[in-house]
């Protein structure tokens, strides 16, 4: 099973502030597989980033992400007050399905 | 507009099997493949399985054992079941809509919390 990690576990930024976002696979992923969640408190999971790179509808561009084989990395260009909340990266490819542990972007 | 809505018991004794169904609109069961996923108290998501209308099913080798999942398609439901229960499969449990296109789970529904406790 392919283990996710994320880091850094919290980061605390200010709005307009950049946020980059750490998951790292324990062995290698398909870059189609990987995926990227975000999470407000009480609230369900949203697809963000889908094919490691492509945002889901809706996303607004400051979202981007990359990498590729064991490294990949969400940012947030300009932080809104929006975003800030817990995200998940996700892989399926190789099975089972993972995510990791998460990574909270807290007010600072 | 699709949507999914998970309906489960609120509260199940240990060793007792909990049942979970998620019902979906605005769209065919016929054409995805649908998925569980669950969030203990303040953890992070754990995936339990998916279904297919096909019976294809695939289910998290941490939980293959206790865990069913089934398509309905005169209904367009699935369901999962998990029994042998314990304090642990305390979560928010996620009904989900794998997209294809997308290799990502792409609908949710808003969650609903089973507590397991006698």
């Known amino acids: ?108 | 507009q699709v949507q999914l809505q998970e309906s489960g018991p609120g509260l199940v004794k240990p060793s007792e099997t909990l049942s979970l169904t998620c019902t979906v609109s605005g769209a065919s069961i016929t054409s995805y493949y649908w998925n569980w996923v669950r969030q203990a108290p303040g953890k992070g998501l754990e995936w339990i399985g998916y279904g297919h209308h096909s019976g294809s099913t695939k289910y998290n080798p941490s939980l293959k054992s206790r865990v069913t999942i089934s398509v309905d398609t005169s209904k367009n439901q699935f369901s999962a079941k998990v029994s042998s229960v314990t304090a642990a499969d305390t979560a928010v449990y996620y009904c989900a809509r794998w997209h294809s296109g997308f290799n990502a789970l792409d609908i949710w529904g808003p969650g609903t919390l089973v507590t397991v406790s006698s």
Not at chain 1, 76 to 104: H, M, R, V, W
Request: proline letters at 7%; hydrophobic letters at 30%; glycine letters at 10%.
């Open chain 1, 1 to 108: 099973e392919i283990v996710l990690t994320q880091s850094p576990g919290t980061l605390s930024l200010s709005p307009g502030e950049r946020a980059t976002l750490s998951c790292r696979a324990s062995q290698s992923v398909s870059s189609s597989s990987l995926a990227w969640y975000q999470q407000k408190p009480g609230q369900t999971p949203r697809l963000l980033i889908y094919g490691t790179s492509s945002r889901a509808t809706g996303i607004p561009d400051r979202f981007s992400a990359g990498g590729s084989g064991t490294d990949f990395t969400l940012t947030i260009s300009t932080l809104e007050p929006e975003d800030f909340a817990l995200y998940y990266c996700q892989q399926y490819n190789p099975s089972p399905l993972t995510f990791g542990g998460g990574t909270k972007v807290e007010i600072k």
